[in-house]
């Protein structure tokens, strides 16, 4: 078992940074791959960003390429994503997932095991 606890979320203008951070807890080996996910009112869970284990190979959703970073911590257990240039479309619940196995260039959440409870991030314009 794993257990995911999102922080770092909020409320920012336009143009404004946020850094959010995943601590896992539980079983190493069920969070090889670790992912940031977001759900805005109305609309489907989104893959944004995924990381390896190394934290070499990472993947990132081409609505956020080029603002967000995703990165892992030394321990390896804490996942951030740090998300530069906010835009009010990038409001949404921002969810943290981890998976045992598989890719980073794998964007299913169906493929994901393990999730966060969720943080809010709210850009206004």
């Known amino acids: 078992q794993v257990q995911l606890v999102e922080s770092g979320g909020g409320l920012v203008q336009a143009g404004d940074s946020l850094r959010l951070s995943c601590e896992a807890s539980?079983?190493?080996?069920?969070?090889?791959?670790m992912g940031w996910f977001r759900q805005a009112p109305g609309k489907e869970r989104e893959f944004v960003a995924g990381?390896?284990?190394?934290?070499?190979?990472?993947n990132y959703a081409n609505s956020v390429k080029g603002r967000f970073t995703i990165s892992r911590g030394n321990a390896k257990n804490t996942v951030y994503l740090q998300m530069n240039s906010l835009q009010p479309e990038d409001t949404a619940v921002y969810y943290c997932?981890?998976?045992?196995?598989?890719?980073?260039?794998?964007?299913?959440?169906?493929?994901?095991?393990?999730w966060g409870q969720g943080t809010q991030v709210t850009v206004s314009s």
């Open positions: 997932a981890s998976r045992r196995a598989g890719s980073v260039w794998s964007t299913n959440l169906n493929e994901y095991d393990y």
């Open positions: 990381i390896n284990w190394s934290g070499r190979d990472t």
């Open positions: 539980g079983r190493m080996l069920d969070i090889y791959i």
